[in-house]
């Protein structure tokens, strides 16, 4: 059974930085594209980042460009997410998926999903 579980997140100052992990179990990891989004009250679930199988190819909302970097551990079964200079508008549920093949930045390209993570940004 496919598990992925966030962690990392938390209440951060405007400025401030964070890192999430995402755990992965029940498949072999470096087959799968992993992607983060997010999801703030009242929105949509929106793409952030994502990254190949093997983490050459990575790709990113225009919202966290520059401030975002997705990186993953095939050795650890882990994908992570720095987040530096964080903005109130970062505030939102985070949410690791992955997808077995190439990356993508669509909701409905993601086979399965955590249960989030939350990440307040104060200003």
């Known amino acids: 059974q496919v598990q992925l579980v966030e962690s990392g997140g938390g209440l951060v100052q405007a400025g401030g930085s964070l890192r999430l992990s995402c755990a992965a179990s029940?498949?072999?990891?470096?087959?799968?594209?992993m992607g983060w989004f997010r999801q703030a009250p009242g929105k949509e679930r929106e793409f952030v980042a994502a990254s190949s199988w093997s983490g050459s190819n990575t790709y990113y909302a225009d919202s966290v460009k520059g401030r975002f970097t997705i990186s993953r551990d095939n050795a650890k079964n882990t994908v992570y997410l720095q987040m530096n200079s964080l903005k109130p508008e970062d505030t939102a549920v985070y949410y690791c998926?992955?997808?077995?093949?190439?990356?993508?930045?669509?909701?409905?390209?993601?086979?399965?999903w955590g249960q989030g993570t939350q990440v307040t940004v104060s200003s």
């Open positions: 998926a992955d997808r077995y093949g190439g990356s993508r930045t669509q909701v409905y390209d993601y086979d399965h």
């Open positions: 029940g498949r072999t990891f470096s087959n799968y594209a």
